[in-house]
Nanobody, 119 residues
Framework: QVQLVDSGGALVQAGGSLRLSCAAS????????LGWYRQAPGKEREFVAR????????YYADSVNARFTISRDNAKNMAYLQMNSLKPEDTAIYYC????????????WGQGTQVTVSS
């Protein structure tokens, strides 16, 4: 069955960096748009970034643009989110998502990885 495993979350000081990873299995990875979403305590899950099938197109939420970079390695069935200049408001559980097209809701989700940014 399809499985996405998120990892890389940690406690980090403001201004620091983290790289999240998403390992996918059970699907033809290159057929899917990969995205990262996050959910902070008491808030709804929100979009962070997405990347198309070959990495040629990316899109970011305004709140993370120029600080975060999404990438993928189709040969390894992996997606990544490099997060720089982290802020306390970036604290959330981060989830990887795979869907056939970005406008199609749902898709497959990772279990989430906790990112905590201290001030």
């Amino acid at each position: 069955q399809v499985q996405l495993v998120d990892s890389g979350g940690a406690l980090v000081q403001a201004g620091g960096s983290l790289r999240l990873s998403c390992a996918a299995s059970g699907l033809t990875f290159s057929n899917y748009v990969l995205g990262w979403y996050r959910q902070a305590p008491g808030k709804e899950r929100e979009f962070v970034a997405r990347i198309n099938w070959n990495g040629g197109s990316t899109y970011y939420a305004d709140s993370v643009n120029a600080r975060f970079t999404i990438s993928r390695d189709n040969a390894k069935n992996m997606a990544y989110l490099q997060m720089n200049s982290l802020k306390p408001e970036d604290t959330a559980i981060y989830y990887c998502n795979a869907r056939p097209q970005f406008w199609v809701p749902g898709g497959y989700w990772g279990q989430g990885t906790q990112v905590t940014v201290s001030s």
